[in-house]
């Protein structure tokens, strides 16, 4: 039964230092990236309802969000579900709209403008 103890005691604290190291490593990346810089709050605002709520990204607010670069997005959709305010939410529901969000504005940010 100590043995038990044990185990479980060193799984949580490894889930613990887990989730503290996965915390430093974003903000290290969003820092090292200067991320909170790069989108205007309108398109900010845009991007979260996309991912977080059920909303849509505008085409000049897709340029901004993939001049923010792939990195960037991850670190902070990472960090915003750390946030005990999103405690309630599903993570891999909010990471699979993050990548359809980032798939659908780069595919089109990518796709040939038609000509006029």
């Not at 479980?8 to 604290?13: E, G, K, N, R, T």
């Not at 989108?39 to 901004?64: D, H, Q, R, W, Y």
């Not at 309630?88 to 504005?105: E, G, M, Y």
Request: aromatic fraction near 6%.
């Amino acid at each position: 039964m100590a043995i038990l103890n044990a185990y479980s005691a060193l799984v949580v604290l490894f889930l613990t230092c887990g989730a503290a190291m996965a915390t430093k490593e974003n903000n290290q990346i969003i820092k090292e990236n200067n991320c909170e810089n790069k989108m205007g709050l309108p398109c900010v605002l845009e991007a979260f309802t996309s991912i977080f709520e059920t909303g849509s990204i505008s085409n000049k607010c897709c340029g901004e969000l993939v001049g923010l670069r792939k990195v960037c997005h991850s670190a902070l959709v990472k960090r915003t579900l750390e946030n005990p305010l999103f405690k309630d939410l599903t993570p891999a529901t909010i990471i699979a709209k993050s990548i359809q969000t980032w798939n659908n504005c780069l595919a089109l940010i990518d796709s040939p403008s038609p000509s006029a």
